[in-house]
């Protein structure tokens, strides 16, 4: 299985908005609602964002939101805070029953 | 609210089998409705999954690892634990060990700290 593909750094000033992509196959985002994506900073755990698609865990600000059309799914951040500077990571269950993460994406808030 | 640690050496010496631990507390590994993966981060480089047990004994690895991964539980004492042979360099990673509730979906709710393991000679 081959990672899913995001783009390798996005940025944004405090208050506009990003979007973050993440390309896959049929047999991973284009089967199944089964993506969800992770913040990751150095040295902490990663946390989940938003999964199934668009569903955020409690506690998730409703700035975040997530998308999906056919094998492409995406990631967008509303109203920039400081705080959400860090990695970005998107992953989807499988046909084979595994998980496959993207690459990561830096997100750098100006 | 359940917690997760990875413990095990930092330093494996290749060809060596890396060794593993993660602890949980706070819910049973045994419970039906999860199932318990590792996850490494190279430096530099994307997560990557690495497998995942259930209750039942059953597991799933990421092909890429051509077989050298294998994950068993320890139920008595709430654990499970990741075993790697014949690492290299390319093993170097950052290790989490986390939690999916397969009642909810199919997504990782809770995650270890990591633990960095290096593969040097």
């Known amino acids: 299985q081959s990672a899913l593909t995001q783009p390798a750094s996005v940025s944004g000033s405090p208050g506009q908005s990003i979007t973050i992509s993440c390309s896959g196959t049929n047999a991973d985002i284009g089967a199944y609602d089964y993506v969800s994506w992770y913040q990751t900073h150095p040295g902490k755990a990663p946390k989940v964002m938003i999964y199934d698609v668009r569903k955020r865990p409690s506690g998730v600000s409703i700035r975040f939101s997530g998308s999906k059309a056919v094998n492409t799914a995406s990631l967008t951040i509303s109203g920039l805070h400081p705080e959400d500077e860090g990695d970005y990571y998107c992953s989807s269950y499988t046909t084979s029953n595994t998980w496959v993460f993207g690459g990561g994406t830096k997100l750098t808030v100006l | 609210q359940v917690q997760l640690e990875e413990s095990g050496p930092g330093l494996v010496k290749p060809p060596q089998t890396l060794s593993l631990t993660c602890t949980v507390s706070g819910d049973s590994v045994i419970s039906d409705s999860y199932y318990w993966s590792w996850i490494r981060k190279p430096a530099g480089k994307g997560l990557e999954w690495i497998g995942r047990v259930y209750t039942s004994g059953s597991t799933s690895y990421n092909p890429f690892l051509k077989s050298r991964a294998t994950i068993s539980m320890a139920p008595s004492k709430n654990q499970f634990s990741l075993e790697m042979t014949s690492v290299t360099a390319a093993d170097t990673a950052v290790y989490y060990c986390?939690?999916?509730?397969?009642?909810?979906?199919?997504?990782?709710?809770?995650w270890g700290p990591g633990t960095l393991v290096t593969v040097s000679s």
């Open positions: 986390a939690r999916s509730d397969i009642s909810v979906s199919w997504f990782f709710d809770f």
